[in-house]
C-alpha cells in the first residue's frame, strides 16, 4: 500500500504540523522496512506460540481440558492474542510516525518514543553546511538503505537520518535543493 | 491379629499428583475465581491502554497529516472495543 510506504517523494496530501503555505514538502521517509524485522519476527512467536504449546501438551498427552476448563483457556489464549495485537500496533506506530521529511527550506525529524514522548527537530537549509550518506553493513547495501548525516552550523550540530531507503537518491535530491536554496537567498 | 499397614515407599510419597487430586486442589483453593479476578485486571488495564494509545494515535495524526491516519484511528478504536468486548464475555464467564 503506498501510504504506508517509507519512501514517498513528492507525496501528494501529506502534511505537517508547522508546515508552511507556501512549503512544498519533497521527501517523507521513514526507516526502512527490513529494521522492521525484529518486531515482526516477535509477533510471528507470540501468534505461534499458543499453537505450539497446544501441539507439546497434546504430544506429551497431558490433557488440559481436564483440570481447565475450556472457557477459560479460550479467554487466556484471547488474552495472548490481545497482547500481541498491542505489541505488533503500538511498534508499527513507532515506525510509521517517526518520519524525516525535506522540504524546499528545511530538514525535520519527527521522534515519537513510548506513549508521550515527541520530539521534533529541524534545521533550515541555511545552517546546513555538509551532507553525507553512508552504508555502514551488508543489509544496507542489499536492501539500498543507509543513513544520511548532515553538519550543521545550528546548536545541534549534527542530524542523522537514520536508515532511510535509496540514501544515494536522497542525498543528491538533498544537495541540489539546498545549492538552489542558498543561491536564491544570496 | 492387628492390621498392619505397611508405610508408604518413598516412590508412592514423590509421585506427581493425579488429573483427581489436581481438580480437588482446585476447587478447594477457588482458583477459577482467582484466574477470573486476573482477567479482569488485566482487561481493565489493557482497555486503559488501548484509550491511551488512541489519544497517541490522535497526538500522532496531529503531527503529520496523511491518507493512512483515518485507517489507524479505526484499528485504534477497534482494538478498544475488541478489549471492551473480550472483558463483558469475562465478566459474565463462572
Redesign the interface.
Known amino acids: 500500500?503506498a501510504?504506508?510506504n517509507a519512501f514517498l517523494y513528492y507525496?501528494k496530501?501529506?502534511?505537517?504540523?508547522s508546515q508552511e503555505e507556501a512549503e512544498k514538502v519533497h521527501f517523507?521517509l521513514r526507516r526502512h522496512p527490513i529494521t522492521n524485522l525484529g518486531w515482526i519476527i516477535g509477533s510471528i512467536i507470540m501468534i505461534l506460540l499458543p499453537l505450539v504449546i497446544m501441539e507439546l501438551l497434546r504430544g506429551a498427552n497431558i490433557?488440559t481440558f481436564?483440570?481447565f476448563?475450556p472457557?477459560?483457556q479460550f479467554?487466556?489464549i484471547?488474552?495472548w492474542y490481545?497482547l500481541t495485537?498491542?505489541f505488533t500496533?503500538?511498534s508499527f506506530?513507532i515506525w510509521?510516525?517517526n518520519?524525516y521529511i525535506i522540504t524546499d527550506k528545511r530538514l525535520i525529524d519527527?521522534d515519537?518514543r513510548g506513549?508521550?514522548r515527541?520530539r521534533?527537530s529541524e534545521a533550515s537549509f541555511d545552517s546546513v553546511e555538509d551532507v553525507t550518506y553512508e552504508t555502514n553493513n551488508f543489509l544496507h547495501i542489499l536492501f539500498d538503505y543507509g543513513n544520511i548525516l548532515m553538519q550543521t552550523a545550528a546548536e545541534k550540530a549534527e542530524f542523522e537520518f537514520e536508515s532511510i531507503p535509496k540514501p544515494g537518491l536522497v542525498h543528491d535530491t538533498l544537495t541540489n535543493l539546498i545549492e538552489d536554496y542558498k543561491k536564491q537567498n544570496d | 491379629m492387628t492390621n498392619i499397614q505397611s508405610p508408604p515407599t518413598l516412590e508412592k510419597m514423590i509421585s506427581p499428583p493425579s488429573i483427581d487430586q489436581l481438580n480437588e486442589v482446585v476447587s478447594i483453593l477457588h482458583v477459577f475465581a482467582v484466574v477470573k479476578g486476573f482477567m479482569v485486571v488485566f482487561l481493565l488495564v489493557y482497555i486503559i491502554i488501548s484509550a491511551v494509545i488512541i489519544k497517541q494515535i490522535y497526538l500522532m495524526t496531529n503531527t503529520i497529516k496523511g491518507p493512512g491516519n483515518q485507517i489507524i484511528i479505526l484499528l485504534g478504536y477497534a482494538n478498544l472495543i475488541i478489549a471492551i468486548l473480550i472483558f463483558v464475555i469475562v465478566l459474565f464467564i463462572s
Open positions: 500500500m501510504i504506508f507525496p496530501n501529506v502534511h505537517f504540523e517523507i490433557d481436564k483440570f476448563p472457557r477459560y479467554i487466556c484471547l488474552l490481545l495485537i498491542i500496533f503500538e506506530l510509521y510516525f518520519v519527527i515519537f506513549f508521550w515527541k521534533v
